[in-house]
């Protein structure tokens, strides 16, 4: 693969290279899809294998952003626009091609950003064979990761957060009754600098 399609070199830091190539057009008339090979080449701790070679078809892509859309919470950056669907002409080859670069633009894109990096979603799309609807099961506790997928597959530097009620236009009560200063009620306590009002929000944030 040819250094131009990496991202820049920066000293000391990571990194991530990933192609999408070899796209394959299989199924009948009824059904036909294509689907394409997606290569991960990383120094990222993040990743728990340095390299790797799956299989994905659009549908699995269009999965990927919608379920990060829904559960990233703790990013303003927004999710990468996938290119969109086609009915008609979508086997020719240029549109295939066309197809191929627009989704190899959105998995940069999405792994140039550390929130989303974090995704459990996102290592097991790209570093299992496991389908996207065994990979939301998986996520959503209702069963075990398949026997075919080690656990390794899942690095333990990958971290979720959840960041909530997020508001930093609170305003403390103004005080109606003036005290002088010398002066300490017999019950006042001091709020705790732990509450939640002191620190405008919460966090939660969970290592895998």
């Not at 070679?53 to 379920?67: D, G, T």
């Not at 979508?90 to 549109?95: G, H, S, T, W």
Request: some cysteine.
């Amino acid at each position: 693969m040819a250094d131009d399609d990496s991202k820049p070199d920066r000293a000391g830091m990571p990194q991530t290279e990933v192609v999408i190539g070899d796209p394959q057009t299989r199924g009948g008339e009824w059904e036909k899809y294509t689907d394409y090979e997606i290569s991960v080449k990383s120094s990222d701790i993040a990743f728990s294998k340095s390299n790797s070679v799956v299989r994905r078809r659009y549908s699995e892509f269009a999965w990927l952003a919608s379920f990060l859309k829904e559960t990233v919470s703790c990013t303003e950056v927004d999710v990468p626009e996938l290119p969109p669907k086609k009915i008609f002409n979508r086997f020719k080859p240029e549109f295939i091609e066309e197809r191929r670069a627009a989704l190899e633009q959105f998995l940069k894109k999405l792994l140039d950003e550390p929130q989303f990096l974090s995704q459990r979603s996102v290592h097991l799309f790209l570093q299992s064979n496991i389908t996207t609807r065994e990979i939301e099961r998986f996520l959503n506790d209702e069963s075990p990761l398949p026997q075919s997928v080690p656990d390794s597959t899942l690095s333990p530097t990958v971290i979720q957060c959840t960041v909530e009620a997020l508001d930093f236009d609170f305003k403390p009560p103004e005080i109606t009754q003036n005290i002088p200063s010398d002066v300490t009620a017999p019950n006042a306590r001091r709020p705790s600098p732990t509450s939640s009002t002191s620190s405008g929000f919460g966090s939660s944030c969970e290592k895998i």
